[in-house]
């Protein structure tokens, strides 16, 4: 894939029945999106008629209108001429609501612009049930008088919806009421601080509705929305997957990141849409793939096998499958190390093969964790590995995870301070107006309301207990946990600040107090929330700052997955294989996590406990590369190296 701000497509896309643009950061495709709008709006103003958009909320098209309202601000686009359908609206909920996607547009863009507020128009959420119909009935009418949407923006769930257009929601549908399914509502659980609290109803444009629309720009970013990318564009149009109807619309695009267009025929196996340049990560992707659709050992793959999957013109300029398999076979074994952080002079055997830095040991190690429970969840083996085998190891928990915590975890904590001081005549001022402030507050607390600023603090507080003893089992020393606290989280909602200069600095900070040389960060893009990618950035910033510093010269970072998502084998640059102990005692360390354990408040699309979902990846990684031919172990921990490139958002 490319890794400039270009967007590209392949020559030979013919799987693809929805023309996409892949771009190497989902801001690119963003503001690649943002010009085509704000080019169709000039036109039209210069032709002196109005632009109908009609406009999605959630995460994806954010970027579009930030840009949007950029070049409102400096370059002079005039939004005098537009008139905005909004795409839906939960159903009940009031416009001045938290999660009102009414107030969402207004905070994102309409009231950022000079828009005429007589051109805006949204499904009324607020309005009797008995109205309802009546209301979409005018609402289609209005569009209609407009001339119709010219543009359309969409975001894309992972079942496959747009709008609240349900799996099942047929072609020809209009704007109606419908009851949302599950899984969408336990994808909404985070921006309602519980599944319980999220709507059951939505007014959205129909299926037909939106087809209607002159132009329509699809946006995926992620590699959470890989897979349903890939049967919305390349698979048979379905009721199942709604968004497959815009296959055969002339005037429908697709901008993905790199992450999203993953498993694109001509990203995934590109051997089957056209010729390509075998390189090494395109000849392993291949045999892997070949070795696991015939469930054989990489070093028992013949010709004959090679041929029947297509694959002649590989045999034919690399060598024999022989040649091929064994080259494939030692890249994955060179990636299997029990010794992360290298070895000790001492058990350094003749043949060894060497890590990045293998002359120095101990190393300094820092693990940064972007919730105060992913370190131990994502490489919670690989901790145990680094500090059992003498490194200086130290983990930075990068935010409070504060908002993960039940309000009745809060009320029990608060009144066990105040039973604690009561029992033990302890005189503490404020203690007793803090315990009588956290009842009245979260009794009282309406579905939604953002917490008060004692409540959250006695939240990240629960969460940072939990991390020092999770640590504490790991072996990890007290003074060698710190906890940042980073600003962009600091909002009490799902919705974070962005990414700030105070946030880089914290993290550049420690990074020349510990001097390590090696980092370990959080890869694990799919997190549903986000705060994953803005943790990363963080440190992949701070990395660069550093990158003149002379201790850097000897720094690795390694990027680790786990809570969401799992590297692949071809992917994986540096596996940690664990006995059946190293899963117990990283189990435990997990269930020190109290608060995550049975069942976390937000538990995105994988309803699986963490210490679940991680044993799971885990043992599959390890039963991968036993299938493959490797050795046979109880788990894995894969790791890839970051190597100053990236299309992660800096």
């Known amino acids: 894939m490319t890794e400039t701000s270009m967007d590209t497509t392949a020559n030979n896309t013919s799987r693809e029945k929805i023309p996409c643009r892949v771009f190497a950061k989902a801001s690119d495709a963003s503001i690649a999106a943002a010009k085509e709008i704000a080019a169709l709006i000039r036109a039209r103003a210069a032709a002196g008629e109005n632009c109908v958009l009609g406009l999605a909320t959630g995460s994806s098209p954010t970027r579009v209108y930030e840009e949007l309202v950029r070049l409102h601000r400096d370059e002079g686009l005039s939004f005098a001429n537009v008139i905005v359908f909004s795409l839906d609206e939960y159903y009940p909920m009031q416009p001045d609501e938290l999660q009102s996607n009414a107030r969402f547009l207004h905070e994102y863009l309409t009231d950022l612009v000079d828009i005429d507020l007589a051109n805006i128009h949204f499904p009324d959420g607020s309005i009797e049930k008995s109205q309802v119909a009546d209301f979409c009935a005018a609402y289609e009418a209005k569009i209609a008088e407009a001339g119709g949407i010219d543009l359309q923006i969409l975001g894309l769930s992972r079942i496959g919806h747009i709008g609240c257009n349900e799996p099942g929601s047929e072609r020809t549908t209009r704007t109606r009421m419908i009851t949302l399914d599950r899984v969408t509502r336990i994808d909404a659980a985070s921006n309602f601080f519980g599944a319980e609290n999220v709507p059951r109803h939505a007014l959205t444009m129909g299926v037909g509705t939106i087809l209607e629309s002159k132009k329509i720009f699809l946006l995926g970013f992620g590699e959470g929305k890989a897979a349903i990318i890939q049967q919305t564009v390349e698979q048979e149009a379905t009721p199942a997957v709604p968004a497959s109807f815009l296959q055969g619309h002339e005037g429908a695009e697709v901008f993905l990141d790199e992450a999203a267009a993953s498993t694109l025929t001509r990203f995934d196996t590109p051997w089957l849409v056209g010729p390509i340049d075998w390189d090494a990560a395109t000849t ?367």
């Open 284 to 650: 392993r992707r291949a045999v892997i793939s070949l070795a696991t659709r015939l469930s054989k050992a990489i070093l028992k793959l013949t010709e004959a096998d090679y041929n029947e999957a297509g694959f002649q013109d590989l045999l034919a300029n690399h060598g024999s499958a022989y040649d091929i398999n064994l080259r494939v076979f030692r890249h994955l074994q060179s990636t299997i190390t029990g010794w992360p952080g290298g070895k000790p002079a001492h058990a350094k055997q003749v043949g060894d093969r060497p890590g990045h830095r293998d002359d120095i040991f101990p190393k300094r190690v820092i693990v940064f964790s972007p919730h105060p429970d992913d370190d131990v969840i994502s490489m919670g083996g690989t901790l145990i590995r680094l500090v059992d085998q003498g490194h200086d190891t130290h983990i930075a928990y990068q935010t409070s995870g504060n908002i993960a915590v039940f309000d009745q975890d809060a009320i029990r904590f608060a009144e066990f301070a105040g039973d604690f001081c009561r029992e033990f005549q302890i005189h503490a001022e404020g203690l007793e107006q803090i315990e009588d402030h956290v009842d009245e507050f979260l009794r009282k607390k309406r579905s939604g309301q953002v917490d008060s600023e004692q409540v959250q603090r006695i939240k990240g507080l629960i969460r940072r207990g939990e991390a020092r003893e999770g640590a504490r089992c790991c072996g990890v020393k007290d003074e060698n946990l710190h906890f940042l606290d980073l600003p962009f989280y600091q909002t009490g909602r799902v919705k974070k600040a962005p990414l700030s200069d105070e946030d880089i600095r914290i993290t550049v900070d420690l990074l020349r107090k510990i001097q390590p040389h090696q980092i370990y960060a959080a890869g694990d893009l799919s997190d549903p929330h986000g705060t994953h990618r803005v943790c990363l950035s963080a440190i992949l910033q701070a990395c660069q700052l550093c990158s003149d510093d002379p201790w850097y010269e000897d720094c690795a970072v390694w990027l680790y997955r786990g809570a969401w998502q799992e590297w692949a084998p071809e992917d994986i640059e540096m596996a940690v294989p664990l006995s059946p102990q190293e899963v117990e005692r990283k189990r435990v360390a997990i269930f020190k996590h109290e608060s995550q354990k049975d069942r976390a408040l937000f538990p995105g699309s994988d309803m699986r406990e963490f210490w679940q979902r991680a044993e799971a990846r885990n043992a599959d990684t390890a039963r991968r590369y036993d299938m493959l031919g490797l050795a046979e172990y109880a788990a894995i921990e894969g790791f890839v190296r970051w190597d100053g490139k990236t299309g992660i958002e800096l």
